[in-house]
């Protein structure tokens, strides 16, 4: 199926143009402001633009359909061990690792279980921390305000 696009003699184009015109022109005869016809003709020719674009991705799509079948028999042709995944096709390649020390350095061992005594170590509880964030922000804000006395 293909789409062809007819567009009428170039002769009703450019009288259907003309006769536009003069009713704009004239503007008397019909109570519509030429604004809105401006606007609807704007909006049609959006509208053209939209069925062209429509059509050209339709035929650029019955190609590809078309086009499609030979490669079917192109695969089908290949043998399925060439198409069977293994698990070993999803590992992924070691990570290259330099003799360079890395940028940070641990405070403390990284360990997969932890013991009381070590968690009572470096454990400490969120509210003294929003309370010495908190300390610390006022005594910059008293120091600059002392500042400014002085």
Do not use: C
């Not at 020390?101 to 360990?111: C, G, H, S």
């Not at 008293?142 to 002085?150: A, D, G, I, L, N």
Request: aromatic fraction near 8%; proline fraction near 9%.
């Amino acid at each position: 199926m293909k789409l062809s696009l007819r567009l009428p003699p170039p002769e009703k184009i450019w009288g259907a143009l003309r006769s536009g015109v003069a009713f704009l022109r004239a503007g008397k005869h019909f109570p519509v402001r030429r604004e809105i016809l401006i606007i609807a003709a704007l909006a049609g020719a959006s509208v053209v633009v939209t069925l062209i674009v429509m059509a050209v991705s339709f035929n650029a799509r019955e190609t590809r359909a078309a086009v499609q079948p030979h490669q079917a028999q192109k695969q089908a042709s290949a043998s399925t061990a060439e198409n069977v995944l293994a698990p070993e096709d999803f590992d992924l390649p070691p990570i290259p690792r330099s003799d360079q020390p890395p940028d940070y350095y641990f405070f403390r061992l990284r360990l997969s279980k932890w013991s009381k005594e070590s968690v009572e170590k470096f454990w400490v509880p969120p509210r003294q921390i929003a309370t010495d964030t908190i300390e610390m922000i006022n005594d910059k804000n008293m120091e600059s305000m002392f500042e400014k006395v002085r």
